[in-house]
């Protein structure tokens, strides 16, 4: 480039600039964020079934739990790369849960924390009970997907010993 040719570009450096500008700018105009309105929103009713339904298996209320869930209920293990389905209906909870009390009549469950998404609750719960060594305690990671006012799927990740 010679000094005559980088002189010339220098008197016009404003207007070269903001073309560039406009030019790098052009492409993301077509393509905008969807509208806040066309995210699905959690409804605070999801969690609060979520809560619900925690609330009623810290009480041994079977009944009240079973009213919380849809007929098509599944219980889900997440591990690794698999995922196993530990239960599948109403009445497959229903039995599960029982046997559950009656195994573990100490076990009582806290959610630290919930984060909604749509029909999805996440859940970091925090599980206690007492062993003939102690107090035993430990942490895992829960997903509830809540449709028409009914918990639907539930996958719970892998516990981990506090």
């Known amino acids: 480039m010679n000094v ?6 220098g008197r016009f450096r404003p207007l070269w600039l903001g073309m560039m500008v406009c030019l790098s700018v052009l ?13 699905p929103s ?3 009713g999801n969690v609060e079934i979520v809560r619900t339904f925690t609330q009623a298996f810290n009480q041994r209320k079977t009944e009240a739990l079973l009213s919380l869930v849809a ?3 599944q219980w889900l293990n997440v591990s690794g790369n698999k995922t196993e389905v530990e239960v599948d ?12 009390f009656k195994s573990c009549p100490s ?17 970091y719960e925090r599980a206690r009970w007492e062993a003939k060594s102690g107090p035993q305690s430990q942490t895992s990671l829960g997903v509830y ?18």
């Open 89 to 100: 209906g109403k009445p497959a909870l229903e039995k599960w849960v029982r046997g559950y």
């Open 107 to 123: 076990c009582r469950s806290e959610l630290t924390s919930l984060m909604a998404a749509g029909t999805h609750v996440t859940v």
């Open 27 to 39: 492409p993301f105009l077509g393509s905008r964020s969807p509208a806040p309105e066309s995210v």
């Open 71 to 73: 007929a098509d209920v």
């Open 42 to 44: 959690a409804s605070p």
């Open 145 to 162: 997907e809540v449709r028409a006012g009914l918990i639907r799927r539930v996958w719970y990740f892998p516990a981990e010993k506090e």
């Open 4 to 9: 005559s040719a980088w002189h010339h570009y």
